[in-house]
């Protein structure tokens, strides 16, 4: 289980659409038919492991903006 999995839970039960969208290029499948493997950049599959994408769009409101804040908060507590 990844260590943001209770936070995108909560946040995603809560309504929030966070994402997993940085997946490291070196686990790609072309890259994978290389010869990369899980292994070869540590940095970038711990990255990976740890960031979300919150919710960004140019028609979000303040209110909206202001939610996702307070759901994140309560989901890292």
């Known amino acids: 289980m990844l260590p943001t999995a209770p936070t995108y839970d909560a946040m995603r039960a809560a309504g929030v659409?966070?994402?997993v969208h940085y997946i490291p290029v070196h686990l790609q499948p072309y890259y994978r038919a290389l010869g990369f493997a899980p292994g070869h950049c540590p940095e970038?599959?711990?990255y990976s492991n740890e960031a979300l994408s919150l919710p960004l769009y140019p028609a979000m409101t303040d209110g909206e903006q202001e939610r996702?804040?307070?759901?994140l908060k309560a989901g890292l507590r």
Request: hydrophobic share 60%; aromatic share 0%.
């Open 68 to 71: 996702v804040v307070a759901v």
């Open 17 to 19: 659409g966070v994402q």
């Open 44 to 46: 970038a599959e711990r």
